[in-house]
Protein backbone atom coordinates (compact mmCIF):
# COMPACT_ATOMS: atom_id res chain seq x y z
CA UNK A 1 0.00 0.00 0.00
CA UNK A 2 1.06 3.27 -0.67
CA UNK A 3 1.88 5.89 2.18
CA UNK A 4 3.12 9.78 2.59
CA UNK A 5 6.98 8.63 2.21
CA UNK A 6 5.93 5.94 -1.20
CA UNK A 7 2.81 7.41 -2.59
CA UNK A 8 3.49 5.33 -5.67
CA UNK A 9 3.40 1.68 -5.28
CA UNK A 10 3.56 -0.89 -8.31
CA UNK A 11 0.93 -3.33 -8.98
CA UNK A 12 1.54 -7.38 -9.42
CA UNK A 13 0.50 -8.37 -13.09
CA UNK A 14 -2.35 -10.38 -11.15
CA UNK A 15 -3.49 -7.71 -9.65
CA UNK A 16 -3.64 -5.76 -12.60
CA UNK A 17 -4.92 -8.51 -14.74
CA UNK A 18 -8.04 -8.05 -11.68
CA UNK A 19 -8.56 -4.65 -12.58
CA UNK A 20 -8.44 -5.17 -16.20
CA UNK A 21 -11.18 -7.92 -15.86
CA UNK A 22 -13.37 -5.91 -13.91
CA UNK A 23 -13.33 -3.06 -15.57
CA UNK A 24 -14.96 -2.65 -19.00
CA UNK A 25 -13.82 0.88 -20.75
CA UNK A 26 -10.16 2.09 -21.47
CA UNK A 27 -7.95 3.91 -24.21
CA UNK A 28 -6.61 2.56 -27.08
CA UNK A 29 -3.36 3.75 -27.79
CA UNK A 30 -2.35 3.13 -31.81
CA UNK A 31 0.01 4.95 -34.43
CA UNK A 32 -1.87 5.92 -37.23
CA UNK A 33 0.14 7.78 -40.26
CA UNK A 34 3.03 7.52 -37.96
CA UNK A 35 0.83 9.95 -35.54
CA UNK A 36 -0.19 9.01 -32.30
CA UNK A 37 -3.57 8.59 -31.83
CA UNK A 38 -6.01 7.49 -29.22
CA UNK A 39 -9.66 5.99 -28.89
CA UNK A 40 -12.24 5.36 -26.10
CA UNK A 41 -13.07 1.45 -26.37
CA UNK A 42 -15.26 -0.86 -24.57
CA UNK A 43 -13.58 -4.35 -24.17
CA UNK A 44 -13.43 -7.70 -22.86
CA UNK A 45 -10.68 -9.04 -20.87
CA UNK A 46 -10.99 -12.68 -21.27
CA UNK A 47 -8.79 -15.79 -21.86
CA UNK A 48 -5.20 -13.56 -20.95
CA UNK A 49 -6.24 -11.39 -24.06
CA UNK A 50 -7.96 -8.13 -24.70
CA UNK A 51 -10.84 -8.04 -27.14
CA UNK A 52 -13.08 -5.45 -28.61
CA UNK A 53 -15.16 -4.90 -32.02
CA UNK A 54 -14.92 -2.18 -34.15
CA UNK A 55 -15.97 -0.99 -37.68
CA UNK A 56 -14.12 -0.24 -40.64
CA UNK A 57 -11.74 3.08 -40.21
CA UNK A 58 -8.78 4.37 -38.53
CA UNK A 59 -8.78 2.62 -35.70
CA UNK A 60 -8.97 -0.94 -37.46
CA UNK A 61 -6.64 0.24 -40.18
CA UNK A 62 -3.95 1.59 -37.54
CA UNK A 63 -4.37 -1.96 -35.31
CA UNK A 64 -3.93 -3.87 -38.01
CA UNK A 65 -0.99 -2.06 -40.31
CA UNK A 66 0.90 -1.25 -36.64
CA UNK A 67 -0.22 -3.58 -34.68
CA UNK A 68 1.79 -2.67 -31.23
CA UNK A 69 -0.20 -1.05 -29.69
CA UNK A 70 -0.65 0.25 -25.73
CA UNK A 71 -4.11 0.27 -24.05
CA UNK A 72 -4.74 1.69 -20.51
CA UNK A 73 -7.84 2.07 -17.69
CA UNK A 74 -7.59 3.93 -14.78
CA UNK A 75 -9.83 4.93 -11.55
CA UNK A 76 -9.75 6.29 -8.73
CA UNK A 77 -11.41 7.10 -4.96
CA UNK A 78 -11.65 9.99 -2.65
CA UNK A 79 -7.94 8.59 -1.36
CA UNK A 80 -5.53 6.83 -4.35
CA UNK A 81 -5.98 6.07 -7.84
CA UNK A 82 -4.55 3.26 -9.82
CA UNK A 83 -3.48 2.69 -13.61
CA UNK A 84 -2.98 -0.22 -15.67
CA UNK A 85 -0.95 -0.18 -19.06
CA UNK A 86 -0.90 -2.56 -21.44
CA UNK A 87 1.67 -2.93 -24.82
CA UNK A 88 0.75 -5.84 -27.24
CA UNK A 89 0.37 -7.16 -30.50
CA UNK A 90 -3.17 -6.74 -32.14
CA UNK A 91 -4.24 -8.51 -34.53
CA UNK A 92 -7.88 -8.67 -36.73
CA UNK A 93 -9.74 -12.23 -35.33
CA UNK A 94 -10.71 -13.94 -38.70
CA UNK A 95 -10.84 -17.50 -37.58
CA UNK A 96 -14.22 -19.16 -36.99
CA UNK A 97 -13.43 -21.05 -33.98
CA UNK A 98 -11.72 -17.75 -32.09
CA UNK A 99 -14.28 -15.82 -32.48
CA UNK A 100 -16.89 -18.14 -31.27
CA UNK A 101 -14.46 -18.58 -28.25
CA UNK A 102 -14.24 -14.84 -28.02
CA UNK A 103 -18.16 -14.63 -27.83
CA UNK A 104 -18.15 -16.05 -24.37
CA UNK A 105 -16.28 -13.11 -23.32
CA UNK A 106 -19.13 -10.69 -22.20
CA UNK A 107 -17.56 -8.13 -25.00
CA UNK A 108 -21.01 -6.18 -25.75
CA UNK A 109 -20.97 -2.94 -27.29
CA UNK A 110 -21.63 0.27 -25.72
CA UNK A 111 -22.46 2.27 -28.72
CA UNK A 112 -25.75 1.08 -31.05
CA UNK A 113 -23.55 0.56 -34.26
CA UNK A 114 -22.72 -2.49 -36.27
CA UNK A 115 -18.96 -3.31 -35.47
CA UNK A 116 -18.73 -6.72 -37.54
CA UNK A 117 -14.71 -6.30 -36.76
CA UNK A 118 -13.40 -8.43 -34.13
CA UNK A 119 -10.07 -7.26 -32.74
CA UNK A 120 -7.32 -8.89 -29.92
CA UNK A 121 -4.87 -7.98 -28.51
CA UNK A 122 -2.23 -10.10 -27.14
CA UNK A 123 -0.27 -8.19 -24.49
CA UNK A 124 3.60 -8.45 -24.23
CA UNK A 125 3.83 -6.35 -20.81
CA UNK A 126 1.21 -5.71 -17.94
CA UNK A 127 2.16 -2.95 -15.60
CA UNK A 128 0.29 -0.79 -13.07
CA UNK A 129 0.18 1.43 -10.46
CA UNK A 130 -1.59 2.73 -6.97
CA UNK A 131 -1.21 6.15 -5.95
CA UNK A 132 -2.45 7.94 -2.69
CA UNK A 133 -3.71 11.25 -3.49
CA UNK A 134 -2.32 14.58 -1.27
CA UNK A 135 -1.03 17.39 -1.99
CA UNK A 136 2.51 18.13 -3.30
CA UNK A 137 4.35 18.48 -0.12
CA UNK A 138 6.31 21.41 0.94
CA UNK A 139 9.37 22.58 -1.21
CA UNK A 140 10.51 25.53 0.12
CA UNK A 141 13.96 25.24 1.71
Known amino acids: MPDSTNPVTPLSEEQCERLLENHTLGRLAVSVGAQPDIFPINYAYYGKKLLFRTAEGSKLAASVTNPLVA?????????SAWSVVVKGDARLIDDEEEERAAERSGLDSWIPTIKMNLVSIQPTEITGRLFLLGSQPDIRI
Open 71 to 79: FEIDGYTDT
